[in-house]
Every structure is written in C-alpha cells, then in structure tokens.
C-alpha cells in the first residue's frame, strides 16, 4: 500500500483525463481498489473466526469464551482505530502512522514464528 503512488502515477495518465471521469475510468478504479483490498481485507476478517475455533475446541464453554474472544478484539480494533485517529496521524502524518502500524502488526506476528 505504501507503493500505491508509485504505480498509480503510470495508471492515471495513461487512462486520461476523460476516461477517469467516464464509466471506463471508474471500473478500472473499482477495479484495482478491490484487487488490492479485498485479499488483506478476506484474510484480517479471517483471524477471528480461526482463532475462536482454535481456543474453543471442545463444546463445553464455547459461547463464554468465543464472547470474551469477541469483546477482547472488538475492544482492541476500538482502541487502535482511536489511537491512529487521534494521535498517532497527528504526531506522525499519514505515511508515518501507516508505518507504525505495519511494524506493530509485524511484530504481533513474531512470537509465535519463533514459538515453536
């Protein structure tokens, strides 16, 4: 996504000016917003339902605690939405909090790779 100005430039002109605002320009657009956001956006919304299948493997408490699981993530996408929002666009501009975000993400992802 932080490359998204260096292909866009070549995309933009060689459509035109006119055919951005015509039906044409406005499937590629669509196009291309859904073929980059739809695979990360399939994948995020995926991680929830697998890891509450994960921890509730057996049938005994499974609606306590896929409730706790759900009410934890909602809680931490709620904080983390306020925190980009309210602070961290203002502190570090756009590129600088998409940054952020990635490495954080990054590094949520490294405990369990080196688990085991």
Do not use: D, H
Not at 27 to 37: I, Q
Not at 89 to 97: A, P, R, T
Request: net charge positive; with cysteine; charged share 10%.
């Amino acid at each position: 996504m932080l490359a998204l100005p260096l292909w866009s430039e070549r995309i933009w002109p060689a459509l035109g000016p006119e055919n951005l605002v015509s039906n044409w320009g406005a499937l590629v657009k669509t196009s291309l917003s859904l073929g980059l956001l739809l695979p990360p956006a399939f994948l995020m919304g995926m991680t929830l339902p697998v890891i509450v299948s994960a921890v509730c493997l057996t049938n005994e408490g499974l609606s306590s605690q896929a409730i706790r699981l759900y009410a934890v993530n909602t809680l931490g996408r709620v904080l983390g939405v306020a925190l980009v929002t309210g602070v961290a666009i203002q502190k570090l501009g756009v590129l600088g909090s998409m940054a952020l975000v990635i490495a954080a993400r990054g590094r949520a992802l490294l405990p369990p790779v080196f688990a085991g």
